[in-house]
């Protein structure tokens, strides 16, 4: 319960840094240059893979748990 509690908290971290980095860039955007506009798009492209692979991670949890028990009684 923890540790689903944990990347929960990680994932609405991630959320809330994207949603701020969004905000930033749309608020600045018409200062960029080409170049300076894909630098921003990247860094919230990584956000939001960060967000997708915790999302992953959450949703497996139970079955690594369970994995990691049947590996330490066997």
């Known amino acids: 319960d923890d540790l689903a509690a944990i990347i ?5 971290s991630l959320s809330a840094t ?4 969004e905000a ?3 608020a600045i955007d018409r200062y960029l240059s080409v170049s300076e506009r894909m630098v921003m798009k990247h860094r919230a492209d990584r ?4 967000i997708a692979w915790h999302d992953e991670l959450l949703t497996a949890l139970p079955e690594i748990i369970a994995d990691h028990h049947a590996r330490r009684t066997s």
Do not use: G, K, T, Y
Request: proline share 0%; aromatic share 6%; no cysteine.
């Open 8 to 12: 929960a908290a990680r994932i609405s």
């Open 47 to 50: 956000l939001r893979a960060e």
């Open 24 to 26: 930033h860039s749309a």
């Open 18 to 21: 994207l949603a701020e980095w």
